[in-house]
T-cell receptor
Framework: QKEVEQDPGPLSVPEGAIVSLNCTYS??????FMWYRQYSRKGPELLMY????GNKEDGRFTAQVDKSSKYISLFIRDSQPSDSATYLC?????????????FGTGTKLQVIP | DAGITQSPRHKVTETGTPVTLRCHQT?????MYWYRQDPGHGLRLIHY???????DKGEVSDGYSVSRSKTEDFLLTLESATSSQTSVYFC?????????????FGPGTRLLVL
């Protein structure tokens, strides 16, 4: 079983829809939770990060962490065609004496005009 | 791409040949990383560096070596390329190892090993 599970999609939604992207994890040591956006043939770019449980909002994006359920989400409101990309969740925590980052495999999102 | 360049951007090589990929940063960040990205596996850490001449292994380091002789440059070498090393390679930098939220990625190098 992978430490971080993420549905690969693809997820196709109409413009203006609310998008929900999710990851589950198994390692209780994870403390930081991040979401990256990756456009085709580009490097990942950090969208949001949170520490511990709760919600964090940045414009149309909301990141949510539920440590009790080991479940994190990214919500995108009023989705735009420019949001079409692959979204990677990532988590970090102490593992074997050093900070380890584990990435999900990514969910491909397509927003249709 | 936050002052990170990778070279070459694309490379085709033959099995058994050595290959060196270069990552160059202009941010003066202490930490540098090499990842590979493959379908179904996501990003996996190959090696990382926490300073000049200070490097350590990641989770998929077999068949790879790294060197960092200057703060701004981090080299990844495939000692004898194999087809299983066909992948997209990303370099990343961060200000501090414990704060992964500040990790920035380069544009990637697409490597095909025939």
């Amino acid at each position: 079983q992978k430490e971080v599970e993420q549905d690969p999609g693809p997820l196709s939604v109409p413009e203006g829809a609310i998008v929900s992207l999710n990851c589950t994890y198994s390692n209780s040591a994870f403390q930081y939770f991040m979401w990256y956006r990756q456009y085709s043939r580009k490097g990942p770019e950090l969208l949001m990060y949170t520490y511990s449980s709760g919600n964090k909002e940045d414009g149309r994006f909301t990141a949510q962490v539920d440590k009790s359920s080991k479940y994190i989400s990214l919500f995108i409101r009023d989705s735009q065609p420019s949001d079409s990309a692959t979204y990677l969740c990532a988590m970090s925590g102490n593992s074997g004496g050093y900070q380890k980052v584990t990435f999900g495999t990514g969910t491909k999102l397509q927003v249709i005009p | 791409d936050a002052g990170i360049t990778q070279s070459p951007r694309h490379k085709v090589t033959e099995t058994g040949t050595p290959v060196t990929l270069r990552c160059h940063q202009t941010e003066n960040h202490r930490y540098m990383y090499w990842y590979r990205q493959d379908p179904g596996h996501g990003l996996r850490l190959i090696h990382y560096s926490y300073g000049v001449k200070d490097t350590d292994k990641g989770e998929v380091s077999d068949g790879y070596s790294v060197s960092r002789s200057k703060t701004e440059d981090f080299l990844l070498t495939l000692e004898s390329a194999t087809s299983s090393q066909t992948s997209v390679y990303f370099c990343a930098i961060s200000e501090s190892f414990g704060q992964q939220e500040t990790q920035y990625f380069g544009p990637g190098t697409r490597l095909l090993v025939l």
